[in-house]
């Protein structure tokens, strides 16, 4: 995109702020509604969407030239909201398939996957984007956008894309009747995972739980 395009001078500035905005707000009200578990079997494809909608944020972010705060130092917003409980009711919801592969950087050479989970990324990813909101609800626009720029950067873009590419992994293996191995006693606490730990995503549980769950007949 050229810098003509960012910077057209039709466009107000404020304008990108307030979709930029729209967009996180939106996404941080969907997922909280999400996490309230009164459509469980629609879990899935709602955090799908949300996050593909999050994730063109951050690109229109990471796309924006360097935004600087018009304060040197950050102003003090008090203690984050608590989301340990956002957390844990999607960790419900999402089981038996919370925890995915990860690899951090792809393009550091010999890197090993590691396990993650989905509730513990977007739990991660909402901490970052109600930071920047705080900003944003007290007139801090500048402030708001800087830091929503910065953790896309070095936080919530690469976790929010490993969590896409998580959750389209599991609608995909339904949708197609791929079911993969079973989970077998991995979890966040264990090591650098080999090659015969990769494909853990529970197979028959997956087509039969998951499968049910999200309201989909696996192909026959």
Aim: charged letters at 25%; aromatic letters at 8%; a negative charge.
């Amino acid at each position: 995109m050229s810098d003509a395009t960012l910077h057209a001078t039709e466009q107000n500035p404020d304008d990108f702020a307030v979709q930029i905005s729209d967009q996180i707000e939106s996404f941080l009200v969907a997922v909280t509604e999400v996490a309230k578990g009164d459509e469980p079997g629609s879990t899935v494809p709602f955090l799908l969407l949300e996050v593909s909608q999050l994730l063109l944020a951050g690109g229109r972010l990471g796309a924006h030239e360097d935004i600087v705060p018009e304060e040197r130092y950050e102003p003090d917003l008090g203690p984050e909201p608590d989301v340990d409980e956002l957390r844990e009711n999607l960790a419900r919801l999402l089981d038996p398939v919370d925890v995915y592969s990860e690899v951090f950087d792809p393009y550091e050479p010999r890197k090993a996957p590691v396990p993650a989970r989905i509730s513990d990324d977007l739990a991660d990813v909402i901490t970052d984007l109600r930071h920047g909101m705080a900003h944003y609800r007290a007139g801090r626009t500048a402030e708001a956008l800087w830091w929503w720029q910065f953790s896309y950067f070095s936080n919530w873009g690469s976790t929010a894309s490993a969590t896409l590419r998580a959750l389209h992994s599991v609608l995909a293996h339904v949708r197609l009747n791929q079911p993969l191995e079973e989970l077998d006693g991995l979890d966040t606490d264990q090591g650098v995972m080999g090659d015969e730990t990769l494909e853990f995503e529970a197979g028959r549980v997956m087509e039969q739980e998951i499968g049910e769950q999200l309201g989909l007949r696996p192909a026959k």
